[in-house]
């Protein structure tokens, strides 16, 4: 990690500042050390460059989160092969549709700061460096070290800066009010806190700024078709219904709609411009 990135960051668990106790450097990079909660005295290992900041510890993880996260391990390396054959089946070309139904509702602009929660191998990851340019900054976040190796990769190759680090999506290792803009997409319908995760990801973001979320859901309707039917019986997450009924208050502008031929929900808003901070 990047020595600056502790700025933007905070203890999961309690919110408080965080010391980085650097122990190996290169140059301004931070490859080994710890970060230490001046509140409540954790400790975080930041290894091989990147910080987790998992919290609680994985094996207290609910239940759901620690069945996907070993299946998320173990796809990892195929992960990005086999979302873009599903893409091609449907007709889609995965970084457009990306591009289009993902990153465009996140209304960036160069120099944003930009979060994407649950990133994965970080396929969207380039597609938002190219809107906020050189002057904006990246941060990507997610529970599986193996997804998030495959983007660190990725990004690497590609020359892209972003700041990676390993968290929990209803613990946020990030200060109040910070994005301009949040993306998350593909993991909540199994989040374990889900309520939780989405009152995070608008703590974290800025009065006015945008979040878009989506994940496996029909189209209403689409379950009574015949592809529907078939669909529902080969994976069950097509039957998770957009979490409405999850979004916290103080947000503005929320749009529903269904993406990728009526097999995704996206939902955006914005977090209102007026909002007290709430710790959850
Ligand atoms: C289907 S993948 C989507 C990855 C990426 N967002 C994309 O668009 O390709 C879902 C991701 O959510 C991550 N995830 C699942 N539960 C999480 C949690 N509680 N906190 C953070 N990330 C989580 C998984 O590890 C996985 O990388």
């Avoid at 203890?11 to 500042?17: D, I, S």
């Avoid at 992960?79 to 139904?101: C, F, H, K, S, V």
């Avoid at 009152?199 to 496996?216: H, Q, S, T, Y």
């Avoid at 189209?219 to 219904?241: C, D, H, I, M, S």
């Amino acid at each position: 990690m990047n020595q600056n990135a502790v700025e933007y960051l905070c203890c999961p668990a309690c919110k408080g500042e965080l010391e980085l106790k650097p122990e190996e450097r290169e140059e301004s990079i931070v490859v080994s050390g710890r970060l230490g909660c001046g509140k409540c005295d954790r400790e975080y290992e930041i290894a091989y460059g990147l910080p987790n900041l998992v919290h609680p510890e994985p094996e207290k993880l609910p239940d759901i989160d620690r069945q996907f996260l070993d299946q998320y391990q173990r796809i990892a390396a195929s992960y990005d092969r086999i979302i873009r054959l599903m893409m091609l089946a449907g007709a889609l070309w995965e970084p457009r549709a990306r591009r289009r139904d993902l990153v465009a509702p996140l209304e960036l602009k160069p120099g944003d700061l930009v979060l994407e929660v649950g990133a994965g191998t970080g396929s969207s990851l380039p597609l938002i460096a190219d809107r906020i340019g050189r002057a904006g900054k990246l941060f990507a976040m997610d529970l599986s070290p193996g997804m998030l190796a495959v983007a660190r990769e990725k990004m690497a190759r590609k020359g892209i800066p972003a700041e990676f680090g390993l968290g929990n999506a209803g613990y946020l290792p990030y200060r109040d009010g910070l994005f301009d803009a949040i993306l998350h997409f593909g993991g909540i319908n199994t989040f374990g806190e889900k309520e939780r995760a989405l009152a995070e990801i608008v703590r974290v973001a800025r009065p006015g700024g945008k979040i878009v979320i989506g994940d496996e859901g029909l189209v209403p309707g689409k379950e009574k078709t015949r592809f529907g039917r078939w669909l529902l019986k080969q994976n069950t997450l097509y039957a998770n219904k957009p979490p409405m009924d999850l979004l916290p208050d103080g947000i503005t502008d929320v749009d529903l709609r269904w993406i990728w031929r009526g097999l995704f929900y996206v939902i955006s808003f914005r977090k209102a411009e007026t909002v007290e901070e709430r710790h959850v």
